[in-house]
């Protein structure tokens, strides 16, 4: 079970700042455990950002990006009480889907 | 026209290189570029997802006895965790014992929830495979004190013992490096690397470094450590022996430590290297 993403809205002008905290392991598949078995490759593949329902971001992320990244996207052309929803899919297929609304800067 | 190209660049090379070497000369001090870097960090501060994680670990009925934690008195009463971390450690009458923040955890867990003592001091400090209970409690605590002041009273006999003590080990020097806390952390300006470290003999480096340090996002460890963890890792440093999870002297330091801090404004989760 995935844990839930913290998403930050913030508007500057008329410019969406959206700051994400992302919860997940990203592992690479090179590293070893306590034991000295390979760790599986788990990371998120694709992670997606719209703004009231329409896609502003899509990404194909891999296993460069660190355990529990941050994430940051501005967005042109927001208002407050925008809805932006953040999810992202990993490559076990785990889903996540957060939500928040644009507030004033 | 090539060589007088290549010359403005070396030109230009040596420059930044006076100029860096004079800005570090004249602050002393190792990190201020790290220091912009960390303020970056903090704004997007990644312990902010243990805060959350330990707050439904707090709420949530967990262990063998199916409880919550909302019955966990840390001092304010039971389940009150706004401004717990400000005035911890302190004397509880149920354990008889002068106890910090991680050691009373420790005792609601076993007591409230039926966990085991020993399986809670071995995930003590989480590791990339396992994340640790205690650091995101500790993480959840720490911030529902943020804005509030340290203010830890010795008004308990043993709590002033409790002082002393932690008074008496900051200063001794003992193991094979014949180190003291105060080796290291006695002097302004000093450093491990590029690592800085707080002279914790005077009240405002100290104010700073406890009521804004740890808990802490360690980004080399992609998790939250604790005080206990600090302390233990300082210990290991000093080549002592390991520091007892929650052990009187890890209580004893803290109990020093954060009655020298009161006053300071408590921002926690804090983030380091």
């Known amino acids: 079970m995935a844990e839930p993403m913290k998403i930050r809205a913030l508007l500057k002008g008329d410019v969406a700042d959206i700051r994400v905290l992302v919860a997940h392991p990203m592992e690479t598949g090179q590293r070893r455990d306590a034991a ?3 760790v599986p490759a788990h990371f998120i593949q694709s992670m997606i950002v719209t703004h ?5 971001y899509e990404g194909q992320w891999s296993q460069a990006i660190s355990r529990n990244p941050v ?7 927001a208002k407050v009480g925008d809805k932006i ?3 992202w899919t990993d490559n076990k297929n ?5 939500e928040t609304t644009v507030a004033a800067g | 026209m090539k060589f007088s190209n290549r010359t403005a660049v070396v030109c230009a090379v040596a420059m930044a290189l006076t100029m860096a070497g004079g800005t570090a000369a004249a602050q002393g001090k190792a990190d201020d570029g790290l220091a912009l870097g960390r303020k970056m960090l903090a704004e997007d501060n990644p312990g ?14 967990r262990g063998p006895k199916n409880a919550s934690l909302e019955k966990c008195d840390l001092g304010m009463g039971p ?10 450690p302190r004397y509880f009458t149920d354990t008889d014992r002068v106890q910090d923040l991680e050691s009373r955890l420790l005792t609601c867990m076993v007591e409230l929830q039926g966990f085991k003592r020993e399986e809670i001091v071995r995930n003590r400090f989480g590791t990339l495979d396992r994340d640790s209970d205690m650091e995101a409690l500790v993480s959840y605590i720490g911030a529902a004190s943020n804005g509030l002041r340290m203010n830890v009273r010795l008004t308990h006999a043993k709590e002033r013992e409790m002082y002393k003590a932690g008074e008496y080990a900051f200063y001794r020097r003992s193991g094979p490096l014949d180190f003291a806390c105060v080796t290291c952390h006695g002097e302004s300006g000093k450093r491990i690397r590029l690592q800085e470290l707080p002279n914790m003999t005077k009240a405002e480096e100290m104010r700073e470094v406890i009521a804004t340090g740890w808990p802490a996002y360690r980004g080399t460890h992609s998790t939250v450590r604790t005080m206990q963890h600090r302390l233990y890792d300082c210990f290991w440093q000093m080549r002592q022996p ?6 009187d002297l890890s209580v004893a330091l803290t109990t020093y430590l954060n009655h020298s801090a009161n006053g300071g404004e408590i921002k926690l989760p804090g983030v380091r290297r």
């Open chain 1, 36 to 38: 000295g078995a390979l």
């Open chain 1, 52 to 56: 009231n329902g329409k896609p502003v």
């Open chain 1, 71 to 77: 994430f940051a996207v501005r967005v042109k052309g």
């Open chain 1, 85 to 87: 929803v953040v999810s």
């Open chain 1, 94 to 98: 785990d889903k996540r889907s957060d």
């Open chain 2, 48 to 61: 902010d997802l243990w805060v959350e994680r330990g707050q439904r670990l707090f709420t949530e009925r």
């Open chain 2, 79 to 88: 389940g009150v965790v706004k401004g717990a971390f400000a005035q911890l």
């Open chain 2, 242 to 247: 390991d520091l007892g999870f929650a052990s």
